[in-house]
């Protein structure tokens, strides 16, 4: 259908000004552009990436694998792009099944249908990680960025207990546009980063951790009361949420 | 003093490599640049604003009137905007009887050392509320941009309860660069807000509620499970926190 | 046994009055009526029914397949509609060995004793989810209502980060005579839908997300601090308490 | 202004029909109808009564005395009844010199503009309290429903530890058509009240304790966790919230 | 050894006091009464059930089938019931290899070492359950009771929500000596005996509920803010403290 | 009124046995006896004497002076000692106007109309506190025995962290009868008492302490996993209801 | 008394070794060491000092000025050094009515009595604070350090959002032997201190910060929790007890 | 390389004294020094056995066999004692079929790369547990003193419920150096130690129970608000951690 992006809609728009497409049928054509129902589970927002600049991104917990696969199949038609998160080794080959071009990056559990070759955008987000048990959350913010087009610089292992391991990257934080900063346990490392940064910080808090760490909300706690100001928090072992705000706020730079 | 600058850091930097000054001098000059006791009870962060852009805010809370003019008068020198956050009116008032030309946001309870005229910078911030309740949030939002010299365009009042209120408004989401959403009780507009928007959003809850409400941590925890992803999520009632996120975000626009 | 209604009941008491039954033999008969000891575990309250207009409920967790079996078989001759919540399949297989005729409701892990064709009542139950993995609670929802002869209209996948969504089944809110409204993560579909609403709004908050969503605690926490007035929640995943509210609002109508 | 009634907003409707009103004109006429700007603070929302069937409501908690009389002052050409909630005494007093007119129910500690005689509606909200210390949140809640026109039935101390009292008055549950439930400390009593109910129970937990009361938590939780299941529970202190359900409810038997 | 009882202690004391035996070795003999080196791992308090009137119980989660049954034969020559708590089925069958005489409770979860018939003691413990999942946490207690000769009461499923089946039961609460009831969920059930009994009334929450019941907490504080004042509250799922108390109260009895 | 007492109550049942009183005015009796409607805020509950062998206590809390002087009249003609618990000096002064032969326990903060000499009964409760300022809920508990008629053996500040204080005190604990031990902070002398005493121990966790004690939790948390078995535990400073407890259970010894 | 101190103590043994002194006597005189009965409220602990090298400490709250003068002077007669914690300046000035000798250090609200010149042990505690806001908790440290005799190095206000102002001091953390580290907020300083420094690393948390920081919460989880291992946290706010365990290790080297 | 020491360093930084290696080489050779990227996933700190005292030590959870084998490898070369925590069974298994000379300590689940005999240093640590099943957690702080070179005396199962137990040892707490005090369930044993030792105290609180104890929080808790001053507390179940603080005492009476 014409009418999936932004020049389609515009072109819509325009022919109803014109009176050559009636207000009744433009209507009829718009909410069906908006989102599409399928099977008797879900409803599918085409006009997100209209919205916000990003097409729906599948969450896999709670919905079989064919509801991932079906829900997929309906985007197809619209989205060069359709990624799924928190997908399990063992959801993927279900899915596999069904959508033998399905893609599946191990490490951040995501599972996308999209063209071998990602168009290229300007801007790089860069990721720290203060372990190496934070890799996992850190490598779904990785790949998210990546599958949306922008750049990706990772540096692993830098946690404040070994500071001058962070201060030798000092340059890579010079340098950077925006910053993602994944630690678990006591989730100090943003607010030394934010110290040191000139970017906008993301911080994600990760489960990593044990005892009075509760599953990554000493880390929260740590980020939301940062002594460094202006940092920006997503939820517990969030990757693609904090992914999601490093792209929107390189989307602007585009825009600008 | 000339290194007060990046201009200045540089001349020093070459009068080293020439050997005008001996490393050992300039490295007093540097450790002097970056940081100054002031009393016996703080380090001002001079080199704070050539490291991530912004002059260190002062946080009121737990210092005394005496030791905030202190403060203030220790940075005069070298900022020409200074700000201090969390200032009940009575301490502005000793505040000011040491420091005659402080100036005073009592809805936003920031006392402020600042040109008359802040020169403007290019960009402008978002901010909408929930409630009529959250206004003192906003507010410390909002002056903190326009001291920064960043634009503001203001929305109070816009809850989801009446969700036809915010939709009236949607062509100033639409045009937004940077939305920061002010919300306490269930915290839930920004995840209608995100949902709607094409830029970053930045969320902050406030203690607005009772009961179940937790002082704050309701609106959130709301926040930080939004069903819209890529909304970054500060400490409760910080908006100076928001605000300089925001700000941090319209900078990269004018380095690019 | 005669006195297992109302009718029944009234006979009774009328028999007493007369002199036809003595005071004490009446108390026996009341007792007996009121509830009835299974094996040496439970207290089946056939009294139930006159008192609260429902049949008691069986509560699976805890009891063993052979306990539930019984407590069905106990409860068979006094009710129509027996229903027992929360049973997984294998606790299903197990009761179906020795309740052949025990009907099972997968989605909703209901199992039910109860005639092919339940008797229709007035009145339906809208009952709307924000997302795809809500819909085992809701189902749990639905088919309660379905067994106590109400009818169900169903909205699947209507979340807040895709307004329009739900703004495009406005008709359905507004014919509404009760709603159920269930969400996970943030919970803030019954905020919005409760500003829309003439009618009465249940919120259901589910264990559906991750991190800092505690297994349903900031869904919970979201509808308590709801700025829409006028909304009743109930436990964490407790579609069936939803679904027993709201057949005692529509009750109250055939009453009336 | 004619619209500002659902009579009124069917003649605009059937004007833009006819062509005797252009639709942009329309729009602006139903966009003033739906919300008001008072002052730079707030958007009254008028269209609320005809969504919802109540008047928007003023929360008071965060709005200064002056605040609230203007929001009341814009309302009340649209409304015949406008309430605050939340209202101190002293706030009250500076509220009546701008509005000499405003009443004041000091146990409820709510406060409104309405007509001498409110017209009554058919439907008795019942309420009842644990105990003596839950009365400001019960008056709270029947002050609301006799706002709304309809009658209340008070039974105060009726708590689980002298069950023989709530037992003796078990004819006034017998004949309740809404039920609201206030108590403290653990909250029993809408479990037991529950179990004897043909009708909907509401149950509003109290701030009243102390220690492990943690400011009502304990009566939300024994609340929510009831072994009676159908019971709807609001915020903590919230009378207000659960005389809004009751009505609801009451309102739909009107219209059935 | 014959300082095994109070009556052997006398015996040695009154040689110290005679010249017969010396202080120091009066000192070795009373050390190694009081407490045995099992293995490398454990302390065996032989002297406890002098100060206590109890022998010690083994506790038994994090110890394996080896320790559990060294440590129950290093007891066995001083103690007549020897028993062991949260032994499940597989740990007891361990146990079984190596110790082939220990008895198996399986409900109760508890392992013991005792004579065939326990010598009967005066006094009787009343035990009620709110529901019948509550029933292995209630049979620890009774369990205990019996190990330790004292009678038990059993009464179950008779929760608050059909107050009926425990008003029936009056005459069992009336003659109770000590009551220990047992809930999940609410907790209900002890606020309501409370009011009715003329006895101590120990209160144990299970962890029975789900979603807010927060594993037994809602109960736990239901219990503790009971408004029936004089209910002294165990840890959640601890049956076997409840009947430690209740014993130590009936002994009290026998010592009067 | 005759009937207010158990005597009373018998030969009001036989005058109905022998046909001298009809039910029906038998019921009207039982029914005044049990409780009386004091005001329109509260229930007085008379039958509490016959029912648990206490006279209803006023628990002071969100209750005006004016309704604690009257409830107390209206309980007066039925009972010797009256009393209403956490009763500031300022509302005690206010009380007194109204009833000035009240007297005061200004360490307990309880108030009372009894007879100047209570008539003493058999037994004896020990009351341990960890420190001084846990002396005020002790006092709470205290009072309350002696007003029930009860000895009291005080033995303050003898904490864990001095162990030999409560070591040289261990003749009071080995001839205790029922022990109430009051700890705040980490809440441990109830642990070490529980491993000496040869008695039933209730636990009082007090609100003493700072930081992570959060308002006596931490005490509690200490008392409910105590490694000494069968102590229970009331409210954080709960003292009235651990003197309840202890009377309940001497209670028992006297009807032995 | 000439047992008060180490040396008597031995003598009195010697006595009892050799015949001069009965054990019975020596028993006297050693439990009359061993504490001491102030009042009706409180037993000094003389043994204290010979157990654990500090004296007994009294602390603040919860007890009246006069308790606090009057346990002073018990112990005035066997310690140079008595000091009192948590002590409000009005507390202060009613203690220093009733003993003019006592000193005031307003900072760390800490009262003393002492020597005008307090005998040097070797050894010195560094103290670091994250901002000027936690100045009174590290004071409360550092004058307890000074009151034992020991030096304090202090180095405020060197948060990890500016790290080069701790960097820069690298060498006062490279020369410590005990380090205190006191913090808010997120609490990230110790582990970024515990990273760098060679010595025993002590962390408290404060109450500094708002919102989520949960009055000190988040700090204490951040210390917690630190990938820096090996830190010695304290409770919240606790600058005594930091310097008490400080101190004690400074000891153990004296003793070395 | 030779830099890996302290001697190597001094030479190197005396080379760039002399003239004979330039600056900028040097900066080079430390970096290298000071961590090594080991893969994509890991930063080896090998300047931490210069900055702390002691080698980094690996961090088993999140990392899969085959990294830990990596760094460990990647340490070898620089460190005579290389140690891996929380190791279950298997994981070793597949280390060592990488590495066939580590070394396994399953009760503490420690996994090494050691010399056969480990230089013995000066100075002992004494450990104690509350219970048999707190023994995983005080062998993981035994094994760690161990492989430091300390000596370690183990003092298993003497919790506070049979005091004597404890009070037996009383010349182990008197003679000891550092002791290190390990207890579940209510944490109790700190206090009492702490009331007895003179000498540094740290207390590691267990996961050791049930119910209340919130997987160790209740354990936590009561240490931190230990009435004992001056307690150093790690995370729960941290026995490593502890480990550390107490060598790094232990290492300052070497330097002194």
Redesign the interface.
Known sequence: MSTNSPEGLRSLLDAVASGQVSPDSALLSL?DL??EKVG????V?H??AL????P??I?G???TPE?IAKIMMAMRDRSNTIMAT?IEPDVFLEIQTLLPEVRYYDRARICALCETAIPKRLGTVTILT??????PVAEEAAVTVELAGFGVD?L??????????L??QREVIDRA??LIVVAG????LP??V?????????AV?T????????????????????????????????G??A???A???L???EK?
Not at 194 to 202: F, K, Q, W
């Open positions: 909410k908006s989102f008797n589970f879900a409803h927002d006009h997100r919205r916000t600049g990003f729906e991104v969450w917990p709670g919905k509801q928190r203060a372990g190496t048990a934070d890799l990772r692993w292992d830098v946690g404040v207990a070994g500071i001058h391991r201060l030798a546009q925006v346990m006591e989730g100090a607010s030394v934010g110290g040191l940064a000139d970017c906008p910080v993301i808090p489960s990593v951790g044990y005892g009075a760490s509760f599953g990554g909300v000493s880390a929260l706690l740590g980020m939301l009361n940062s002594c460094a100001s202006g940092i920006g928090v997503v939820n517990i072992d969030n693609f949420g992914a999601m705000l792209c929107q706020i989307r602007g730079w600008s």
